[in-house]
């Protein structure tokens, strides 16, 4: 409940390298809508919930992909989704010397990105479907 089961490397000396997650949204009408998935700030207890979602999008474990991605499925409803698209980054350690260079973290160069297989909206049920 109190996330204590981190390993707190965010602390000097040795801070760990940024990790962050975009999604993109496909539409039935053919637009992709790219969204960051923790594009809200959250307090209190919701925070450590979508932090905990937020670190299980990870190319080893689809199953968890695959759930998240249903959630947005409805989260997105109004766009009528047809797939959800994740795309994981890290950032590569950039040295003291890089950064006074003018070089910055989030640079394209110094970023590894995992996209994620598409994972597939159900289909939404129209009042017609519903009926029966």
Known sequence: MLYLD???NFFAPTP?????VRYVVQA???G???FALTEARRR???AMRIKKVYDGIHPDRPEHAQSVARFLCERHADLDPVSITFSVYRQIPI????YVAGRRPLDPDL???DT???VSCPPRATPSSRAG
Do not use: I
Not at 16 to 20: K, S
Not at 95 to 98: D, L, S, V
């Open 116 to 118: 994620l297989a598409p």
């Open 6 to 8: 981190t390993d707190w």
């Open 95 to 98: 040295t003291p010397e890089a």
């Open 16 to 20: 760990a390298p940024g990790r962050f």
């Open 28 to 30: 039935r009408d053919g």
């Open 111 to 113: 970023l590894e990105v």
């Open 32 to 34: 992709a809508h790219a």
């Open 44 to 46: 209190g207890t919701s």
